[in-house]
Structures are given as C-alpha cells and as structure tokens.
C-alpha cells in the first residue's frame, strides 16, 4: 500500500509562485510514475503534468501549463514537487498526485495510476 501526502498549497496572487510537495511512503516509490492532477469546482479531474520513475525521468505537461510548471522527483526523499509559477486565476483547484505502479512513465491518463493523494488548495487571486 502506497500513501501520498500533498503539501504546498494556499492563497497566491495573480503572477505568484507556489511549489506543491508530495510525500510518499512505501520502498518502491522510485519504481512508480507520478503525476500531478487538478480539479476545480464543476469540473472534471485533468491532468497537469507527469514524471516518469527515474530521476530526471522524461516529463509531460498540459498544455495550460507548459512553460509555467514544471515537475520533478527526488527518489532519496520519495517525493515529487510541482513548481508553479506565473500563477493564473484558473489554476485555481484542489491539486493531487498519483502513483503509478505499474507503468512507471507518469502517464497522462488517470485510469493508468493506482494510489491517490487527498489533494491540496490553491487558489490564485486575480
């Protein structure tokens, strides 16, 4: 059993920054590939970005975002991290991440991780 821990988020204003940690347990967290996803009220779950299992694994973005956020991975400290910057009110969203335990490149699909996060705020401010 894999449990994700998100931390990082809060109130930023418009142009602001924010970096999102997610904290994993278990030994095979550098065998997993990890994602961030987002969810704002009356929307559907989306995909922000991806990382896959090795350090300095190959990534993979949303379009919404490329060029503002970028993920990475330490596998010493079992977490992956979402820095965002030039933050924009419609980022606004309960922010998660996933494991993928099976597939290991940090997919754009959610049917393809297994363990989920609780999600942590942000709100953005214009």
């Known amino acids: 059993q894999v449990q994700l821990v998100e931390s990082g988020g809060g109130l930023v204003q418009a142009g602001g920054s924010l970096r999102l940690s997610c904290a994993a347990s278990g030994r095979s967290f550098s065998s997993y590939g990890m994602g961030w996803f987002r969810q704002a009220p009356g929307k559907e779950r989306e995909f922000v970005a991806g990382?896959?299992?090795?350090?300095?694994?190959?990534?993979s973005y949303a379009d919404s975002v490329k060029g503002r956020f970028t993920i990475s991975r330490n596998n010493a400290k079992n977490t992956v991290y979402l820095q965002m910057n030039s933050l924009k009110p419609e980022d606004t969203a309960v922010y998660l991440c996933a494991a993928d335990s099976k597939h290991g490149v940090g997919s754009r699909e959610m049917y393809e991780y297994d363990y989920w996060g609780q999600g942590t705020q942000v709100t953005v401010s214009s």
């Open positions: 990382i896959g299992w090795w350090s300095g694994g190959t990534t």
